[in-house]
C-alpha cells in the first residue's frame, strides 16, 4: 500500500493550495480527484476573486472586506474564519502573481477589481470572466514546478522522480476514510477507469472536494458536487454545520432545458447589467430589505451614476447579496411578471456599447450565443436562480483547517463550513480556497511530520470498504439514475429556495424512502468505466447530505440568507446566536443546537451600533461592548 504524509482529496483551488503548502513545509503529498486533473469545480468560476487589495478604491481594507462578509453572512459566520479570510487575501492574490497568474490590469498597472453583489468597494480580481481558470492553471503550474524540483533533487529521470514529494491520482473516487481509533489513517477508493480498488495509508486527510449541488435539478454545479467530502466527514465522525444554508444564484439559464440552470455570472450586473420584469420594470427598487436601505440607491439615475462615481451615489440594487436578488426574482415569476421560459431578463445589451460586451464578458457571449441562440450584445438574457453553492460544511478550527471531532482530518474550500455564516458573496470563494486551503495543508504537514507513531491501517476496514463499493452488483431492482431524478426532484420542489415546514416534512420522508430504496441499488455490466455504478456509489452521499439539509432547514424556524421560511419569514436574532450541528449516531443524521462563538469586541466595535441591533439581542450588545 503507498504512504504518504498528507492525502488531499480534490484538486481544485482549495486541494491544490493545501497540497503545495503541505508540500513546501517537507511533507510528502498524495492528491487524489475524481475528474482529470485540471478539471476541477473551480476552472468554471467566472467572477473573480476578492481581496481588498484597494487598487480601484484606495478606501478598502481588511476592515470593509470583514464588514462587507459578515453582512452578507447575516453574522452567523465564524467570525474568526472573516477576519482570516480578510486579512490574507490579498496575500494570496499576490502570491498568484508571483507563480505565473496575469490578471486584468487598470490603466496604470495595478491589478484591476471589478464590483459584486455585497462588496462596498470594487474588489473582485479577474481575468475577464475566466478567473477559476487561470488560478487552476498557476496553481497546475507550481505543482509541476515542485515536481521538477524534486525530479532534480532526487537525480531520478524516471515519473518516481518527480512524485516524490507530490503525486496526483486523477480519476481515483474515495469513498471511505479510514480510521485507527479516533485517528485518521489513508483513505479508500476506487479508479474510475479500471474499477480497481486502491487504498492510501496517511495520518493526514485534507478534504477538498466542493460542494453539494447535485442533489438539486437545477444547479450551475458540475457532475462532481455529490457531497462526497461532506459525506465522508461525517462517515469518519465529525460534523457539519450550517448544512440548511444552501445558495440559489439569482441568475442561472432558464432555457433551452437541456441547460438549465448554467451559471450567469454576477459580473454582468457588476459592469451594468440590470433585471427586468415582463412589464419591463427595474424591479429590484422594490425589494431593498430595511438594513442595506442606506447603502442602495433609490432612483435609477442615481444607481446608474454609481457605476461612473461611487463617492456621489448609492449602488444599484442588482448588486443587493445574492439571497436577496434571487428570492426578488423568484417572487416577481411568482407574480406572473416573468419571462416566457420562467425567468426575468437580464440586459446588458442597452448599457454598454457591443464590444465591451464582449470583452468584459467573452464567455457570457459566447455561452448564451451557443446554448441558447441568443446575442447579448443585442437583447437581453432569460435569467432565474439556480442551487449553486453550499454554505454548509466540516466543522474546521478557523487557524488549523483541523475537524475538532477527528484528529488527522482537515478540511478547506466550500467543503468547510463557517466561513460564509448564512450566504456567501460572490468572489468569497476563490479566496477562500487559497486562505484556507493553504492552512490546512500548513497544519496538516505540521500534524503528519510530528507524529511519534502512525496509526495503521486496519484490514477489517479495507474488506468492510471493498464489500460496501461491490454491493450495487448485488440483485438488487433499483436503478441509480432513477433514483438519483427522485432524490433531485425532492429536494428541488421541497427543501429549495422557499421552504415551509410541511414540504421539508414531506422532503424527510421521501429521503428515508430513498435511503431504504438506494440500498437495494443494482447496477448492470462489470467494475472497468461503469458510471452507473459511479452514480449508485455517490447516492450514498448525495442522500445523507440532502437528509442533514432538510432535517437542518425544518428546525431553523426563521429566514435568514440562504434559508428562506416561507412559515418563519422574518430573521430572529435568538437564532442568530446558534449553529446547527450535523453528526451520524449510528446510521441516523441528529442536528444539535450550538453557540455560535463570540464575535470579539474589537471586530464587534468595526459595525455601527444601530446595524447591530439588527442581529444581536440587547443582552449581546450590553454585555460585548461593556
Ligand atoms: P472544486 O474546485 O470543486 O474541487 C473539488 C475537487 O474534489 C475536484 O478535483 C473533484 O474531482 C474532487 N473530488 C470530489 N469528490 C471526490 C472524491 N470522492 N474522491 C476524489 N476526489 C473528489 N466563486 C468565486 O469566488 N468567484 C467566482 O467568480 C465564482 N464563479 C463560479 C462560477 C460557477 C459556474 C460556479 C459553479 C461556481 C463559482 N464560484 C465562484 C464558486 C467556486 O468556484 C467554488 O466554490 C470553488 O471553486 C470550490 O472549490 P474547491 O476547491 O472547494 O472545490
Not at 478534504?207 to 457531497?227: D, M, P, Q, R
Amino acid at each position: 500500500m503507498d504512504e504518504y504524509d498528507v492525502v488531499v482529496v480534490g484538486a481544485g483551488g482549495a486541494g491544490l493550495r493545501a497540497a503545495i503548502e503541505a508540500r513546501e513545509r517537507g511533507a510528502r503529498v498524495a492528491v487524489i480527484c475524481k475528474s482529470l486533473f485540471g478539471k476541477a469545480h473551480t476552472v468554471m468560476a467566472e467572477g473573480g476573486i476578492a481581496a481588498s487589495m484597494g487598487n480601484a478604491n484606495g478606501s478598502d481594507d481588511w476592515q470593509v472586506h470583514f464588514r462587507d462578509t459578515m453582512r452578507g453572512g447575516k453574522f452567523l459566520n465564524h467570525p474568526r474564519m472573516a477576519e482570516l479570510h480578510a486579512k490574507e487575501a490579498p496575500d494570496r492574490v499576490w502570491e498568484l502573481e508571483t507563480w505565473g497568474a496575469l490578471f486584468d490590469r487598470t490603466a496604470d498597472g495595478r491589478i484591476s477589481q471589478r464590483n459584486f453583489g455585497g462588496h462596498e468597494y470594487p474588489r473582485l480580481a479577474h481575468v475577464g470572466d475566466r478567473t477559476g481558470l487561470e488560478l487552476i492553471r498557476t496553481l497546475q503550474q507550481k505543482v509541476v514546478a515542485l515536481q521538477q524540483a524534486d525530479h532534480r533533487a532526487t537525480g531520478r529521470k524516471d515519473p518516481a522522480g518527480y512524485e516524490s514529494g507530490l503525486r496526483i491520482f486523477q480519476e481515483y473516487t474515495v469513498t471511505r476514510i479510514l480510521k485507527e481509533g479516533d485517528r485518521v489513517s489513508g483513505v479508500f477508493g476506487y479508479v474510475r477507469e479500471s474499477g480497481e480498488f486502491f487504498a492510501i495509508a496517511a495520518p493526514a486527510v485534507v478534504l477538498a472536494t466542493g460542494g453539494i449541488g447535485k442533489s438539486f435539478k437545477v444547479t450551475s454545479n458540475s457532475w462532481e458536487y455529490t457531497g462526497d467530502g461532506h459525506a465522508l466527514a461525517l462517515l469518519a465522525g465529525a460534523r457539519l454545520l450550517n448544512m440548511e444554508f444552501v445558495q440559489f444564484h439569482p441568475t442561472g439559464m432558464v432555457w433551452p432545458p437541456s441547460v438549465k440552470g448554467i451559471l450567469v455570472t454576477e459580473s454582468v450586473r457588476g459592469d451594468g447589467g440590470v433585471l427586468r420584469n415582463s412589464d419591463g420594470r427595474r424591479f429590484m427598487f422594490d425589494y431593498v430589505p430595511d438594513v442595506f436601505r442606506p447603502q442602495y440607491a433609490e432612483t435609477e439615475e442615481e444607481a446608474d451614476g454609481w457605476y461612473a462615481d461611487p463617492a456621489a451615489n448609492r449602488r444599484p440594487p442588482e448588486l443587493l447579496p445574492r439571497d436577496e436578488v434571487a428570492r426578488a426574482i423568484n417572487s416577481e415569476v411568482k407574480a406572473g411578471r416573468g419571462t416566457p421560459h420562467g425567468g426575468v431578463y437580464l440586459d446588458v445589451s442597452s448599457r454598454l456599447p457591443a464590444e465591451e460586451i464582449i470583452r468584459r464578458l467573452p464567455s457570457m457571449h459566447h455561452q448564451f450565443r451557443e446554448l441558447a441562440d441568443v446575442d447579448i450584445t443585442k437583447e437581453p438574457m432569460e435569467v432565474g436562480p439556480t442551487c449553486h453553492y453550499v454554505m454548509g460544511g466540516v466543522e474546521v478550527d478557523p487557524d488549523t483547517a483541523a475537524s475538532p471531532a477527528v484528529p488527522g482530518l482537515f478540511a478547506a474550500g466550500e467543503v468547510a463550513g463557517g466561513m460564509h455564516g448564512a450566504n456567501r458573496l460572490g468572489g468569497n470563494s476563490l479566496s477562500d480556497l487559497l486562505v484556507f486551503g493553504r492552512r490546512a495543508g500548513l497544519h496538516a504537514a505540521a500534524y503528519a511530520t510530528g507524529l511519534t507513531e502512525r496509526p495503521a491501517v486496519a484490514e477489517e476496514q479495507l474488506a468492510a470498504a471493498r464489500a460496501e463499493a461491490l454491493a450495487p452488483f448485488g440483485d438488487g431492482g433499483e436503478h441509480p439514475y432513477a433514483l438519483h431524478q427522485e432524490l433531485q426532484q425532492t429536494m428541488n420542489d421541497l427543501v429549495g429556495i422557499i421552504r415551509r415546514a410541511g414540504e421539508v416534512k414531506q422532503a424527510l420522508e421521501r429521503l428515508a424512502e430513498l435511503r431504504d430504496r438506494a440500498a437495494r441499488v443494482g447496477v448492470e455490466g462489470h467494475r472497468q468505466f461503469n458510471p452507473g455504478w459511479h452514480l449508485a456509489l455517490d447516492l450514498r452521499n448525495m442522500l445523507l447530505v440532502s437528509e442533514c439539509v432538510a432535517r437542518a432547514a425544518l428546525l431553523r424556524r426563521e429566514s435568514r440568507g440562504g434559508h428562506t421560511r416561507e412559515d418563519w419569514p422574518a430573521m430572529d436574532r435568538d437564532w442568530r446566536r446558534s449553529n446547527l450541528v450535523c453528526g451520524l449516531s449510528g446510521e441516523s443524521v441528529e442536528v444539535v443546537r450550538q453557540p455560535l462563538p463570540a464575535l470579539r469586541p474589537d471586530l464587534l466595535a468595526l459595525f455601527d451600533r444601530t446595524e447591530l441591533a439588527k442581529y444581536f439581542t440587547p443582552e449581546e450588545l450590553t454585555d460585548e461592548h461593556a
